[in-house]
Structures are given as structure tokens and as C-alpha cells.
């Protein structure tokens, strides 16, 4: 598998919009559904970064992450950002089903942890209902403690993770 990840500049990310659009839709629930193009134009804009993964010119995953002190207002990014003075906030991650289970969520998470400049800290969600057995394990295998969790009313639940990285 010849897979490219690179870190997608705002200006570029709008070339990509509609296959990440998609590709968001079809990963969903275990991550958030977005309403519109539209919707994901302004998470994309109150991002820090945007990593896509390509095989073949092929859009087969991407990763949408936020720094501290971005305008974004989701309960799961405030928890962080009431704890934590530094870190990268994973939003959502998401990868074609073709390309699972053969190492390109820690592609990502390794092109994270190598542009991440000084914060010390990765923190994300994952469902735990609906139970997303796989990001569970996977977290937890690439070291991420558990450090919450959060019952929503409309009846679903997360788990909240975090990775301390070494300088």
C-alpha cells in the first residue's frame, strides 16, 4: 500500500472538501455526522491542523485536530481545554473501510506527534455508546489513559483519552 499523509494548508483544504465530506459521512457514528459542506467549512476553518491520507491521488482517510485556544465550542473539546493549558485535540479521524486495520491510524497519530511543536499533550473521544470497540483498543494499545468520560442526553456516551509525549 503506497499511502502519503501530508498536512493540508486551509488555503488547500477546500480542493478536498467534498471527498472528506463524504468520507465523514460514511465513518459515522463513530464520528460526529456533519449537516453540510458548509458544516465541515467552518470546523475545518477553527482547525490547526488537517492531515489527509492519499493512496493513488485517492483520498482514503483524514484527521481534523484543534489547539488550545480555538474558537470551537464542542463539549468534548471544552473538557480538554478546561483541564489542559497546552494540546492537540484529535476532533475526528476517519478512514475508508478498505484501508482499516493496516496501520494508518498510527501513521496519523506518529505525523501528529512529529508536527506537534511543544505541546506535550494528544487528547480525543471516543463512543462508548454506541461502543467503538476498535478505537478503545487502539487507543489504549498506543498508550492513551483514560481521564473521563461524559454521559450526553441524546443518549450517547464518550470516553475521554489522553497521551503525555516525551520531549
Not at 22 to 38: F, I
Not at 52 to 66: D, E, P, T
Not at 89 to 114: C, M, P, W
Not at 121 to 143: A, M, Q, T, Y
Amino acid at each position: 500500500m503506497q499511502t502519503e499523509i501530508l498536512n493540508i494548508s486551509k488555503d488547500e483544504s477546500s480542493k478536498y472538501l467534498d471527498s472528506i465530506y463524504a468520507l465523514n459521512q460514511k465513518n459515522t457514528p463513530e464520528v460526529g455526522s456533519l449537516t453540510n459542506e458548509d458544516h465541515l467549512k467552518k470546523l475545518l476553518s477553527q482547525s490547526s491542523i488537517l492531515l489527509c491520507a492519499f493512496n493513488q491521488s485517492s483520498l482514503i482517510g483524514f484527521m481534523v485536530c484543534m489547539f488550545e485556544g480555538s474558537k470551537y465550542q464542542s463539549e468534548n473539546y471544552l473538557f480538554f481545554s478546561s483541564q489542559l493549558s497546552q494540546f492537540i485535540y484529535i476532533d475526528r479521524i476517519a478512514v475508508d473501510l478498505s484501508f482499516r486495520q493496516k496501520g494508518l491510524g498510527t501513521q496519523f497519530y506518529n505525523e501528529l506527534a512529529r508536527i506537534r511543536g511543544e505541546r506535550p499533550v494528544i487528547c480525543c473521544e471516543v463512543n462508548s455508546k454506541p461502543l467503538n470497540e476498535p478505537s478503545i483498543r487502539f487507543h489504549k494499545k498506543n498508550e492513551f489513559e483514560e481521564c473521563g468520560t461524559k454521559d450526553f442526553e441524546d443518549g450517547h456516551s464518550v470516553i475521554y483519552f489522553k497521551k503525555i509525549l516525551s520531549s
